[in-house]
Every structure is written in C-alpha cells, then in structure tokens.
C-alpha cells in the first residue's frame, strides 16, 4: 500500500489534462477502507434484497477461525442447493459478508432477494450440514427497511479469513444498471504516470496559473491560463 495516492494518472484532452490519483483499493489502507466499505453497501443495496440471514458455526466444529471460514463458505453452498431444491426455485440471489465475532471467529451475514424461508426448516438443515443450529432470520418490509438493514449488516465492513472471500454474491443478485461501456468510453486515451501525489500535481499546476475543476476529492480536470 506504499503507493497509495502517492501516484496520479493523467490524459490530455485537447489542452486539458484530466488528473486521477492512483488507489490502491485495499481493505487495510486507511485511503481506501471506506470507499470499499461504501462500494459494498451500494452493492448490497443494488440486489433489492427482502430477507437477511446470519448463519454461526459451533466453535467445536473447527480449529481455527480460517478453518470455520472456509466449512461457513461450503455449508452455505450446501444449504443454498437444499433450500432451492426445497422451494422449487431455478434461481436464489445472494451476498454473503463474514464478519467476526468479539472472540475473532467469524459468522456470515447473507442478504437474499426472495420470498420468506422457515425459521424451523432453515435451523434443521444448517444442523444437519454443519452441526450448528444458531439461523437468525429477518424479512425486510420495504426498501427503505432493505436500506437500513443493508447499512447495518454489512456497514461495519468485511473480514478476511485466510484465503476465503471477503464478501462473493451470485451474478443476478445486483440489479444496478450496467454502465461497463461507460467506463471503457470515460478511460479512452493514454494515461500518463506520475510518480507525485495528486494533491502536489495540482498544485504546481495551479501556482502556474492553470484552474482546477474538482470532480472528487481524487478526481479533476485542469484547464491551462487562456494565452
């Protein structure tokens, strides 16, 4: 993470430069931690989802919490199948977050957008795949409940476990519009890199005479002095 906002791409359009400082996104960087928290939360509330389950995994089930991480991820694919096979459904879309406890062992928040699963059927099944029966079970009322439950379940940010996912959803669960050839159009062109951070880049550029239209607090377009 040395090179977090240290670096700035830049493209000249016509006489304007277009100024983007360089990210490097990660969950531990203290730049970049609440835009990927934010990123999530939109993610989760782009899938409209209606009900909100937390699975546990008993402690004696596993040796480590990375080894409970990984038996959480399998049980949910198994449980997954058993609840569509149960309810007759083609399709189940989901996100599902870890998140650790105070002991630092993890459980998983998993928000899905269908009709309401029994408490009794779903405390069954997770026992019987993984000997854990702790299913809690939330229906969503309205986005606006949806919303709220999306910022509180995963609003607190993501756990890594070992070499398991932070977070994964299924392909048809965010329902946001796709907007991947707006992003291929907005980056056409040659971006230059720019061993300084974008807050110095501006600057110079500024006591030079150039104005600054800011897009973002790491995102802008310099316009020179007119001749």
């Not at 040796?63 to 949910?76: C, F, K, S, V, Y």
Request: net charge positive; hydrophobic share 35%.
């Amino acid at each position: 993470m040395t090179y977090c906002t240290n670096r700035t791409i830049v493209k000249s359009e016509d006489r304007n430069r277009v100024a983007i400082s360089l990210r490097c996104r990660s969950w531990t960087c203290p730049d970049c931690a609440d835009t990927r928290k934010a990123g999530l939360i939109a993610q989760a509330i782009g899938g409209s989802p209606t009900i909100f389950l937390t699975l546990t995994l008993k402690r004696s089930v596993a040796e480590t919490p990375e080894q409970a991480a990984r038996i959480l991820a399998r049980a949910w694919r198994l449980l997954r199948l058993r609840i569509m096979r149960h309810r007759k459904w083609r399709r189940l879309p989901f996100i599902v977050v870890f998140e650790p406890h105070e002991s630092g062992w993890p459980h998983m928040h998993l928000l899905l957008r269908c009709s309401f699963i029994d408490w009794r059927w779903l405390k069954e099944n997770w026992l019987d795949i993984c000997q854990s029966s702790h299913v809690y079970i939330r229906y969503a009322k309205n986005k606006q409940q949806s919303a709220a439950y999306c910022c509180k379940y995963v609003g607190k940010g993501s756990e890594k476990f070992g070499s398991c996912k932070r977070y994964w959803m299924s392909q048809d669960y965010d329902l946001r519009p796709k907007a991947d050839h707006l992003n291929k159009r907005k980056h056409k062109g040659s971006w230059d890199f720019i061993e300084r951070r974008f807050t110095l880049y501006i600057g110079d550029l500024t006591d030079r005479g150039w104005s600054v239209e800011y897009h973002s607090t790491h995102k802008a377009t310099i316009r020179p002095p007119p001749c």
